[in-house]
């Protein structure tokens, strides 16, 4: 994920430099840059065991089955056990990963927004745990997987920036672009957030609820939610445009700030294409996790973008 109009801080112990000061030192954009993708991975993953119907694949919560934490042979869920189990199981490294960039955060480079962003990956980890949780309790309910994903969505945006703005200073941002452009990448960030949202409720309608003997649905009509979920990607594809025109038309000479949107359109269209081949071939497993991960980058490169309109450049 490189970064965009970034002002680099050497990520350098501020006290005496021990040796894990040292390590933490030389390893830190590596620890930054795992804590992001491993949180687009988590997405991947969570999509995986809701397409093959593995859900329930460890019945109980937090054991896997009553008296163990793993699987145990005699468990009826067949292969759907070690699907669950495996993304429990990232979760648990994701958690380590948090864990780490917190630690390296505060020995090598503790400014106020990098602790801040640090400490909301951990915390939100804990979240996702326990909506993990509570979403095996609730027999998969839609709207408890509906959240566990936006949730996850949230999470990526903040691992993303975290290691993006790494070798920023502890200065106040100041935006490159006027702020009606800004406002008007706020305003598409919002309707992402939608076209997010209105997803959950097209994969809580559909076939994959997420465990393939007793699906849990929203009960609305599909077509009719699917086309509703299209129609706000079509104003959101509107959006990107209008601000990669405004931010090449007033943003600064080099034009990174206009590339970063660049990449949401074309993450956008390339995610509309898989939308719509989903759509037309009655949702192959294997499409929609492919859509599932464009999501997860698309909230990555909007990311990226938000942060490329503004500098705490002195």
Same mark, same amino acid.
């Given at each position: ?51 093959? $119907? ?14 163990? %934490? ?201 995610? $509309?294409?898989?939308? %719509?081949?989903? %759509? ?35």
């Amino acid at each position: 994920m490189p970064s965009s109009q970034v002002t680099r801080v050497d990520a350098t112990p501020t006290g005496p430099a021990g040796p894990v000061q040292g390590l933490l030192a030389r390893w830190f954009d590596r620890i930054l840059w795992v804590n992001a993708m491993l949180q687009v991975l988590i997405i991947v993953s969570g999509g995986l065991v809701r397409l093959t $119907g593995s859900g329930l694949g460890c019945p109980t919560w937090p054991q896997c089955v009553p008296g163990s %934490y793993v699987p145990v042979p005699h468990q009826e869920q067949g292969i759907h056990k070690f699907i669950e189990f495996g993304n429990r199981t990232l979760t648990g490294v994701l958690g380590v990963a948090a864990l780490l960039a917190v630690i390296a955060v505060w020995q090598v480079a503790p400014r106020r927004h990098l602790k801040r962003d640090s400490l909301l990956v951990l915390g939100g980890i804990v979240l996702q745990a326990l909506l993990g949780g509570l979403t095996v309790l609730a027999g998969l309910h839609p709207v408890t997987v509906a959240t566990h994903f936006l949730v996850s969505a949230g999470l990526v945006a903040i691992a993303t920036r975290l290691h993006l703005t790494r070798h920023e200073p502890d200065v106040a941002a100041r935006s490159l672009v006027p702020s009606l452009v800004r406002q008007l990448g706020t305003v598409t960030c919002l309707v992402a957030a939608i076209v997010l949202t209105l997803g959950t409720v097209v994969t809580g309608s559909g076939p994959h609820s997420g465990d393939a003997d007793t699906p849990a649905r929203f009960g609305l009509d599909p077509r009719t939610i699917s086309w509703l979920h299209a129609d706000a990607v079509m104003l959101f594809v509107g959006l990107v445009v209008a601000t990669w025109v405004a931010v090449r038309l007033t943003g600064s000479d080099d034009n990174r700030a206009a590339g970063a949107w660049h990449a949401v359109l074309l993450v956008t269209v390339a995610q $509309g294409v898989v939308g %719509y081949a989903q %759509y037309l071939t009655d949702l192959p497993w294997l499409l929609v996790l492919g859509h599932m991960l464009l999501a997860a980058l698309l909230v990555v490169t909007l990311t990226r973008a938000m942060v490329a309109l503004r500098t705490r450049h002195a």
